[in-house]
């Protein structure tokens, strides 16, 4: 019987994500904002045929709580088989272009607060020597966009901290995988105007990822297709590249 710790439980990946877990009898601990959601997504679990499910509130913005708070959990109801951190934002554009108060609070979500987290984690499970975490990062972090470039700030900053942190954990046991999902049906892409042929399915996501993670793949692309799409867009030359509106 695994353990999973998710963080960010009630974002629709990791729900997705969740509820492949319960099918399988897993215990679960789910770490979110929302005390509200995260009791109802524990009960929708338990019906679904998760062993055990736990909750406790989180708050991206209050990273001085993280170690206390993780440990508090570890001891609950650890050690853990596998941590998935899946929480984040996504603002418009234009209005953290305007307020830098704003541009720095989405990176403090986006970023720090994730980097934090997983700076906690990381001691945890070196300790135990063995489990895996996964971290849902973005294909916005492979290169700056005019259209998002503040969250594929943020983004890549996790990508590459997740690069080090799987090298350095890689020799104790420990699988590190970063996950970047494309553009992705879910209440934060909301509103925005996305081409339907590139738009995914949260449970296809979540499919992707439990696979990737019994698999110890470092790095997914998800859905596949995304892998070549930034290629395109990363190798693009400077000159063509600022011309574009992507």
Partial sequence: MQRILIIGATSAIAESVARRYAADGATLYLLARNEERLSTLAGDLRVRGASTVA??????????????????????????????????SYRDQKESERDGTMALRELQTNASSAIALLTVLANLMEKEGKGSIAVISSVAGDRGRPSNYVYGSAKAAVSAFCEGLRARLHKKGVHVLTIKPGMVDTPMTAGLELPALLVAKPDDVASDIVTAIERKVDVLYTPWYWRYVMWIIIHMPGKVFKKLNL
């Fill in 55 to 88: 909750t406790a509130t989180f708050e991206a913005a209050c990273p001085e709580a993280f170690e206390r708070l993780l440990h508090e959990t570890w001891d609950d109801s650890g050690p853990f088989d596998i941590a998935i951190l899946a929480h984040g």
